[in-house]
């Protein structure tokens, strides 16, 4: 079974578009959002696909009724965990998904799951604890680092790849980088290795 995997889409229409016209190409059987659609409408397009697709709730999912209800209509492909974690079985692979990289490490270290994949920081990464594959898959929105990626599972093969979009779009841009500079520590942001902030024509 191939799974495709994607997180923190931030209302970012273009690419996640472009995401969908991509998995066409890998004839997936499932897809797993990692949170922050942020919008009712992102979770509209995920119910009308030809695959199931199955959310966890991130820290930005403002719209929880809506997104609910649109998931609850006749016909979705779309459902959704309680939580911002889910603990699932995909073609006898065991499988944990949690929006926040500090849930991830501890389940991957516990030895008990094939996958472990989340989100939240925007930040791509992949790699094995032991056995355990532990990957984010970094950001659709592309608002923090620039890139619009995602990752596929291969659940026969027990292997992941990191898939990024070509004519993505982003708001990162010399603006924001420039006011984020200037600003970061009176900001307090959480995650500043997201932003890897230095000037994009660099």
């Known amino acids: 079974m191939k ?10 229409f273009h690419n996640l ?3 969908l016209q991509e998995v066409e190409k890998h004839d997936i059987d499932l897809m797993i959002c990692l949170g922050d659609l942020m919008n009712t409408g992102v979770a509209k397009i995920l119910t009308v696909q030809d695959y199931p697709v199955h959310m966890i ?3 930005n999912d403002g719209e929880k009724v809506e997104i609910v209800t649109a998931a609850n209509r006749e016909e979705s492909q779309l459902t959704y965990s309680v939580s911002t974690y889910d603990f699932m079985e995909i073609d006898e ?19 008990k799951y094939d996958a472990v994949f989340y989100g ?3 930040l791509v990464k992949k790699e094995k604890v032991d ?5 984010n898959p970094g950001e659709l929105s592309a608002q923090k680092t620039g890139r619009a990626t995602f990752a596929l599972y291969d659940t026969v093969t027990n292997n992941v790849e990191i898939i990024e979009l070509e004519n993505s779009v982003t708001l990162k841009t010399d603006l924001t980088v420039k006011y984020f500079n200037e600003n970061i520590e009176k900001l307090g942001f ?11 024509n660099k």
């Not at 926040?100 to 991957?108: G, K, S, T, V, W």
């Not at 056995?131 to 990957?135: F, N």
Request: charged letters at 20%; aromatic letters at 12%; hydrophobic letters at 40%.
């Open 17 to 19: 578009i472009l995401t």
């Open 57 to 59: 709730w991130g820290n």
């Open 131 to 135: 056995e355990t594959w532990i990957v």
């Open 3 to 12: 799974v495709a995997i994607i997180s923190d889409i931030h209302e970012n």
């Open 190 to 200: 959480r995650s500043k290795d997201a932003f890897q902030l230095k000037p994009l």
């Open 120 to 122: 939240h920081n925007h």
């Open 93 to 111: 692979r065991d499988v944990f998904i949690t929006h926040y990289d500090d849930l991830a490490y501890p389940m991957a270290q516990s030895g």
